[in-house]
Structure formats: structure tokens, C-alpha cells
């Protein structure tokens, strides 16, 4: 079994993001490490209900508290296949674009960026400041990629929970993930 996914969710609107990515994961099954927030359990419970914090810990094979920072995700020696922030706050794309490693979650981005792993920062604001967007930048030129939780629309969902699940899977597929039921653009037929 290949190295695990560390998956971290911050206080940004979206939460259903990594509900669906994680439900992903374990269909696939592919090992996923998890690390929630303070604020990304606020947003969790306003938007998807209390008892979803409980569904994500049952999806996850492993949680850590974002304030211990002695954590094995604290340290660039351990072995993971990518992290992903999902969604990502401007608060914390700063913090990770600026090396201020305050907790477990900034710490370990910090890391996966020394180290040349694959960092995946799937933004959500709008609109953007200048801060937000240089902020952005300093991120992308560090080493993260930049992936904004956008939905499509192209693949023509029929709710929330198949545009949800569309882009977990993109997110999936960008980290080298083989998604088997992926809608891949196959051009317009008239
Ligand atoms: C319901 C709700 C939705 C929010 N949505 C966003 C958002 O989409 N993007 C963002 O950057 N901050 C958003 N925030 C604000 C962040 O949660 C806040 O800045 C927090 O301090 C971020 O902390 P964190 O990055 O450690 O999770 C939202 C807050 C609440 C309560």
C-alpha cells in the first residue's frame, strides 16, 4: 500500500469537499490522515450538521490535533503521498505562503514544502484582495499548487453531492489518483 494522504480541513465555506474526498479515498482505498481546524470544525457543523464530524473521523484512519505540533505530520521524515488543504482559508494559505508553522496544519504544509512533496491548496474566497493573490503566488512559487474549490458545471450535475463529489475526484486525479467513474470531457457532439 502506497504512503498515506494527509488531508486538512480549514474554517473555509465547502466542507462537503472533504466529506466527498474522503468517502472517495476509502472507495478506492487509499489510506487518509486527517487534521480539522478549530474554525474548520465550526464551518463543518454549521454547513453539514454536528453529527458529519463524527462521519469524517469514521472516513479517516487516523486524526490529529491541529494544536500538537509533535504530531508525526510536524516532521518532514515521515512518508506521505500528498497533502491536500480542503477547503483552504486565506487565513491559512497566508500562513503557509508566509513559513508561519502556528499549528499542525501550517507546520506540516512548511514540511511538505521543504521537502518537495506535493502541497495542494484548494482555496475558497471571493473576491480576491492583493494580499489574497500575492499570497497566492508566494504559495505557488514555494512549491504548492493552487487548486480554487470551483465547481463545474460542464459535466451537468444533478445536485450538490455529484458537484461535490466531481471535484474530489479532480483533486484526486491531480495527486496521481486513478478515478475509474470520472466524466472526462469527451468534446461537444451536436
Ligand atoms: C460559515 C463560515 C464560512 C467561512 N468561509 C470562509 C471562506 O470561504 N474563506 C475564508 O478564507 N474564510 C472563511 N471563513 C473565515 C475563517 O473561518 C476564519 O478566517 C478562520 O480564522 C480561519 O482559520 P483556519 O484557517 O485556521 O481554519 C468562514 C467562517 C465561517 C464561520
Known amino acids: 500500500m502506497s504512503s498515506p494522504i494527509l488531508l486538512a480541513i480549514t474554517g473555509a465555506s465547502g466542507s462537503i469537499y472533504a466529506i466527498k474526498f474522503l468517502e472517495l479515498m476509502k472507495r478506492l482505498g487509499n489510506e487518509t490522515h486527517l487534521i480539522i481546524s478549530d474554525a474548520g470544525r465550526q ?17 479517516s484512519a487516523c486524526q490529529y490535533d491541529v494544536k500538537d505540533l509533535a504530531a508525526t505530520p510536524a516532521s518532514g521524515s515521515s512518508a506521505w503521498r500528498a497533502m491536500i488543504v480542503l477547503p483552504c482559508t486565506m487565513g491559512t494559505l497566508a500562513s503557509i505562503a508566509n513559513g508561519l508553522s502556528t499549528n499542525l496544519i501550517h507546520r506540516a504544509a512548511d514540511c511538505f514544502l ?11 474566497e471571493t473576491p480576491f484582495n492583493r494580499t489574497h493573490l500575492k499570497n497566492m503566488l508566494a504559495a505557488q512559487e514555494a512549491g504548492a499548487a493552487i487548486f ?4 463545474a458545471f460542464y459535466h451537468k450535475p444533478k445536485d450538490l453531492d455529484e458537484m461535490a463529489a466531481f471535484f474530489a475526484s479532480r483533486v484526486a486525479q491531480f495527486i496521481g489518483i486513478d478515478v475509474p467513474d470520472l466524466k472526462r470531457w469527451q ?3 451536436n
Not at 521543504?114 to 475558497?124: A, D, N, S, T, Y
Open 43 to 59: 464551518v463543518v457543523a454549521y454547513e453539514l450538521g454536528a453529527a458529519s464530524l463524527s462521519q469524517l473521523k469514521s472516513l
Open 114 to 124: 521543504k521537502e518537495r512533496r506535493q502541497l495542494v491548496l484548494c482555496i475558497r
Open 148 to 151: 480554487p474549490a470551483m465547481p
Open 187 to 189: 468534446g461537444i457532439s
